[in-house]
Nanobody, 122 residues
Framework: QVQLVESGGGLVQPGGSLRLACVTS????????VGWFRQAPGKQRETISC???????EYADPMKGRFTISRDISKNTVSLEINSLKPEDAATYYC????????????????WGKGTLVTVFP
């Protein structure tokens, strides 16, 4: 059974950093693409980044620079580091997964976690 569990969200001041984790189970990261997405209240879900089955990463243009995706296959974990947090980064952050090499967009993901909430306050 494919499962994804996000963690690492919380309350952070502008300019701070967070490292989110997506612990996966039920599948092999060598064969799946995993992505990070976010959704703020009242807004559509946004693509942040994906890491492919071969380990290559890509980022949505608005997300380049402050976000870094990585994976640890030994721990079945895909992480997202966020630096220089801004109030507009406040959202629920989700990881999604799909077998093979899908496009890095939410509608191509087949499996989802329940999300972790990031709150940014002055």
């Amino acid at each position: 059974q494919v499962q994804l569990v996000e963690s690492g969200g919380g309350l952070v001041q502008p300019g701070g950093s967070l490292r989110l984790a997506c612990v996966t189970s039920g599948f092999n990261l060598d064969f799946y693409t995993v992505g990070w997405f976010r959704q703020a209240p009242g807004k559509q879900r946004e693509t942040i980044s994906c890491i492919s089955s071969s380990g290559g990463s890509e980022y949505a243009d608005p997300m380049k620079g402050r976000f870094t995706i990585s994976r640890d296959i030994s721990k079945n974990t895909v992480s997202l580091e966020i630096n220089s947090l801004k109030p507009e980064d406040a959202a629920t952050y989700y990881c999604g997964a799909a077998r093979g090499r899908p496009y890095c967009v939410d509608y191509d993901m087949d499996h989802w976690g329940k999300g972790t909430l990031v709150t940014v306050f002055p």
